[in-house]
């Protein structure tokens, strides 16, 4: 625009964040000189609103450059927020190598050897930082310059993952296995292995389910806090397993290596095995193993047969066949029902209370005897009375208190709750025990036979 004998021309950026005049001459002629205001109007016709600077108008029109752009105006730019982010405290799956040591190391131990990525429940799978929204800013015509907000990092949550209260810790809900699918994490409930257990696995902790596609074999451990299903065999190992234990194969044990069920066992055979099982168990033939049962022991199949070694049960040990026509040794034990220690000791003591006040009620009426012959007062025999008429009471109490003590300790005819049935021959190698009490008999073989213990002896019947 010309100004007196000047041109003024005034220039925004792209992005409107800086305006710049430029003062030219309009003419030859001895210019007038410029001022402020003529400068200020020239920024307003151009509708420059914000970041006008007075004093670099003022040094302008004193002294204005010739052709030359000279900025008048700036705004604010926008601050972008910033992008989300995640950092993951498990590695991912192509990540995870397990740790066999270095050249320097002592030597590998490849049994205990961490195959898989296990986390425990609680424990911080990644945290991330939220994106930030920025800030705007302002042009130089006094407008709003958006502020492009931050992308959110996907959503690392995948099954039994939970966020924690500041909704930025992601943490394993269960105890499990690391699975990943891209940047989403989960935890698997159930480890698989696709074969054995043996060194490519090492020994084998986890507090979920289990799956061996394979056997598990000599010399290795297995804990498992969940089931365990074997499609193949156990060998000579360790096993210990919260839940249950299917083994689609058998058991070739040793008395050297334990099995341990929580929950019922299932197993085609066992051979040689030291089982020790809360719940049932079933099987086709157990030989030569020590079998300790807190549930039922049910033998059917082919074969049906339980032969060699000793067999506790708590609940029933039925079988076509025990022992066999070689006389081989067998034993079989009905377990004595559990005393409640903590329970037999408050009741003792509330018998020895019972007893020390029927012996001072006892004392007390003999003395109110003695005085209500030496005196007719009305009161010493309304004493007597009442702590006469209170004794059967208290009689009574003992009564049931011993009745519930010998009930507790198993003294009654259900101390041994068990029973063997034999659904064919019970031969004569096998010796069956309760506690100290054994079964006496002429060795000869029992058919069809069921064995229990009623009122402190065996009673035989037929099965």
């Known amino acids: 625009m010309p100004v007196g004998k000047y041109t003024i021309r005034i220039d925004v950026n792209d992005d409107n964040t800086e305006a710049c005049v430029t003062i030219g001459r309009a003419s030859d002629d001895k210019p007038e000189p410029l001022t402020q205001e003529d400068l200020w109007r020239a920024a307003e016709s151009a509708r420059i609103s914000f970041g006008l600077d007075k004093a670099t108008l003022r040094a302008l029109a004193s002294d204005p450059p010739l052709d030359t752009p000279f900025p008048i105006a700036r705004g604010i730019p926008a601050a972008d927020g910033t992008d989300g982010s995640a950092v993951f405290r498990v590695k991912k799956s192509d990540e995870f190598k397990p740790n066999y040591g270095g050249d320097d190391a002592a030597p590998v131990d490849y049994k205990n050897v961490d195959v898989f990525q296990l986390v425990k429940k609680g424990q911080v799978l990644c945290e991330i930082t939220r994106p930030t929204k920025g800030e705007d800013g302002i042009n130089v015509f006094g407008g709003v310059i958006p502020a492009r907000p931050g992308k959110p990092v996907p959503n690392p949550r995948g099954s039994n993952t939970e966020w924690a209260e500041d909704e930025t810790t992601l943490l394993s809900s269960v105890d499990g296995v690391v699975n990943f699918n891209g940047t989403v994490i989960s935890v698997v409930e159930q480890l698989n292995i696709a074969g054995d257990v043996d060194l490519s696995t090492g020994n084998v902790r986890f507090g979920g389910d289990i799956v061996v596609r394979g056997s598990v074999n000599e010399n290795f451990i297995v804990e498992c806090g969940g089931n365990l299903t074997v499609k193949g065999k156990i060998g000579s190992a360790d096993v210990r397993v919260g839940g249950n234990l299917i083994v689609a194969d058998g058991v070739n044990g040793s008395r050297q290596r334990t099995i341990d069920v929580g929950g019922f066992m299932r197993a085609r055979y066992i051979e040689n095995g030291t089982i020790n099982v809360k719940g049932d168990l079933?099987?086709?033939?157990?030989?030569?193993?020590?079998?300790?049962?807190?549930?039922?022991?049910?033998?059917?199949?082919?074969?049906?047969?339980?032969?060699?070694?000793?067999?506790?049960?708590?609940?029933?040990?039925?079988?076509?066949?025990?022992?066999?026509?070689?006389?081989?040794?067998?034993?079989?034990e009905l377990k004595e029902l559990p005393v409640d220690e903590e329970e037999l000791s408050r009741l003792t003591a509330e018998r020895e209370t019972l007893n020390a006040e029927i012996k001072s009620n006892a004392e007390n009426i003999s003395k109110l005897r003695v005085l209500m012959g030496k005196s007719d007062k009305p009161e010493i025999g309304a004493l007597h009375r009442q702590l006469a008429d209170r004794m059967p009471v208290l009689r009574e109490k003992l009564r049931l208190l011993d009745e519930e003590i010998s009930r507790v300790r198993g003294d009654d005819a259900q101390r041994y709750p068990g029973r063997i049935v034999c659904r064919r021959i019970l031969y004569s190698g096998v010796d069956a025990f309760a506690g100290n009490l054994m079964l006496q008999r002429d060795h000869l073989n029992l058919e069809h036979c069921r064995l229990c213990v009623d009122r402190g002896d065996w009673v035989v019947g037929l099965a």
């Open 282 to 332: 079933f099987a086709d033939y157990i030989i030569d193993s020590s079998v300790d049962c807190g549930g039922n022991i049910v033998l059917s199949g082919a074969k049906s047969v339980l032969v060699g070694g000793r067999t506790a049960v708590f609940g029933e040990l039925s079988a076509n066949y025990m022992g066999n026509e070689r006389g081989i040794r067998t034993r079989v």
